[in-house]
């Protein structure tokens, strides 16, 4: 069995976590540790200071405990608001902290993209604008073109977590490119792991979102490559592999 350890901001869509863990279907541990949020608000300041060290490293012992292979801060906005040499420095903290291999949701969409081997993208966020502005920052520090950007003005991760297949069509609709080769919806506090495909499909392109690329990233971290069609173009493998 492989466990991966998740450190995951308040509550809002940890949910997708379990809901992965059956899609997947395989002998792969989801273990999700809350960390304190602090102020609900995509604010960057408030973001700072969720992102910051000592909220992190609180879960780790936790993690520690359930036999994790990896952890991956379960966050986008609070690691890309530190920009791409600050979320490097908050990632090396946090494995020099647990021990273990580390990454966070931001450098999972970097890494997303390019097993993807796509480079055009499109940004479909719920946050308020200035606060998408620096994740499309961070892919292009990333090498990523980025060819749109939009944001929903969404203050809380409380009020994303309400959304549900309606809101979050709405808002990859609004948000693809004609150009991009993929589109980007970067919030954990976003439902999406039971949307990916069907989002695949209404699209006609490959669909990157928070909770999804999350966990593909602690599936690298640990060496195992699964396929899962259900959670879209990233999970999918020709030919199947099952390791």
């Known amino acids: 069995m492989t ?21 997947i279907d395989s ?21 700072l200071r969720m992102g910051a060290p000592e909220r992190l490293t609180a879960g780790v012992e936790e993690l520690r405990l359930s036999g994790a292979e990896a952890v991956v801060w379960a966050c986008t906005s609070g690691s890309f608001v530190f920009g791409w040499d600050g979320a490097q420095d908050q990632v090396r903290g946090l494995a020099q902290a647990a021990g273990l291999p580390a990454s966070s949701t931001s450098f999972a969409f970097a890494h997303a993209i390019g ?32 060819l749109s950007v939009r944001g929903s003005g969404v203050i809380t991760a409380a009020e994303v ?13 609004a948000g693809d490119h004609p150009d ?20 695949e499909r209404e699209l006609g392109k490959p669909v990157l979102t928070a909770n999804q690329v999350t966990v593909w990233e602690a599936l690298r971290l640990a060496g195992r490559r699964l396929n899962a069609p259900a959670l879209g173009a990233l999970f999918t493998k020709e030919p199947l592999i099952q390791a």
Request: a negative charge; zero cysteines.
């Open 115 to 146: 097993e993807l081997g796509v480079r055009r993208v499109a940004v479909a966020a719920t946050y308020p604008s200035d606060v998408a502005d620096h994740f499309a920052a961070f892919l292009k520090a990333a090498g990523a073109e980025v």
């Open 161 to 173: 977590g309400t959304w549900g297949w309606d809101e979050v069509l709405a808002m990859a609709r």
């Open 27 to 47: 002998d792969v541990r989801l273990a999700v540790v809350h960390t304190d949020i602090g102020e609900d608000a995509h604010r960057v300041d408030a973001l």
């Open 180 to 199: 991009a080769e993929a589109v980007l919806l970067p919030d954990t506090a976003l439902h999406t792991a039971a949307y990916v495909a069907d989002l």
């Open 3 to 23: 466990a991966l350890g998740f450190l995951y901001p308040g509550h809002s869509a940890e949910d997708d976590y379990p809901r992965i863990e059956m899609m």
